[in-house]
């Protein structure tokens, strides 16, 4: 079932009539996310394609100043043409888990980026100083509300588009996509991104940083760091065709008489 690609390997293709736009780790960039939906939204209306899916690969929160904003922007997104799609990754996985009760892991999601989603909601993380992980927990559930966390829980594990496979970290190698767990789905670094299996289909993903786009035979990342590095990245499929839009490209395009 799974083998080595051969160099004579078919070029991927998404559904036919349909295009996919596939965003990576957002992490509390309200500002670029404006700016490369803007972009999306201008090509869709420039190329006028029939069918469009918009999918996000998770990690839209922590990290970056405006978590709350992020969440609030895309629960209630809408546009004509185009359906969204939203995969859970493993920073929104440690929110749901905090505000289900697992109080142990507040002090390890403070320190990778939940502080900032705290001040996103008005909470000071030294607001929590002090208090036991209970009170800790009625603070954090109160700030944050349902309808950010009933978006939340409705989010997916992957989305398959013809011959890709959007999720937010990988895959387990040689592992049937409908016996992965969740844990990989959303956690996985190595050793997904060494492997060079034939997965039947090409991975895109976020998760992993890298300073620009990485392609690979059997996989592609798109999270190029954005809550540091200022570039959010979004990846476009339609046909045998893909092609990248970020907001450096995006800003410069703008700034252009």
């Known amino acids: 079932m799974f083998r080595r690609r051969s160099s004579s390997a078919k070029i991927p293709e998404g559904p036919q009539g349909r295009r996919a736009y596939v965003i990576g780790d957002i992490h509390g960039r309200l500002d670029l996310l404006e700016v490369l939906l803007a972009a999306i939204h201008s090509?869709?209306?420039?190329?006028?394609p029939d069918r469009v899916l918009l999918v996000f690969l998770g990690d839209l929160i922590d990290r970056g100043p405006s978590s709350a904003g992020v969440l609030q922007r895309l629960r209630s997104y809408s546009h004509p043409r185009v359906q969204p799609?939203?995969?859970?990754?493993?920073?929104?996985?440690?929110?749901?888990?905090?505000?289900?009760?697992?109080?142990?892991?507040?002090?390890?999601?403070?320190?990778?980026?939940?502080?900032?989603?705290?001040?996103?909601?008005?909470?000071?993380?030294?607001?929590?100083?002090?208090?036991?992980?209970?009170?800790?927990?009625k603070k954090i559930r109160a700030a944050i509300p349902e309808e950010d966390v009933k978006f939340l829980r409705s989010f997916s594990d992957t989305c398959r588009f013809g011959d890709y496979l959007f999720v937010h970290a990988g895959i387990r190698p040689e592992v049937a996509l409908d016996d992965q767990l969740q844990s990989d789905l959303r956690w996985i670094r190595e050793p997904f991104l060494?492997?060079?299996?034939?997965?039947?289909?090409?991975?895109?993903h976020g998760h992993s940083i890298?300073?620009?786009?990485?392609?690979?035979?059997?996989?592609?990342?798109?999270?190029?760091?954005?809550?540091?590095?200022?570039?959010l990245t979004a990846m476009a499929i339609e046909g045998d065709r893909r092609w990248y839009l970020d907001t450096s490209q995006a800003r410069t395009a703008a700034s252009q008489p």
């Open 43 to 48: 090509e869709i209306e420039e190329q006028n």
């Open 210 to 231: 890298r300073p620009k786009v990485e392609e690979r035979a059997n996989r592609i990342g798109i999270d190029t760091g954005a809550y540091k590095s200022g570039v």
């Open 85 to 137: 799609v939203f995969i859970l990754g493993n920073h929104e996985e440690v929110l749901l888990r905090i505000l289900d009760g697992e109080t142990s892991l507040i002090e390890k999601w403070r320190w990778f980026g939940g502080a900032q989603c705290l001040q996103s909601y008005g909470v000071e993380p030294s607001a929590l100083k002090g208090l036991s992980e209970a009170e800790a927990l």
């Open 194 to 204: 060494f492997d060079e299996t034939d997965h039947g289909f090409v991975v895109v």
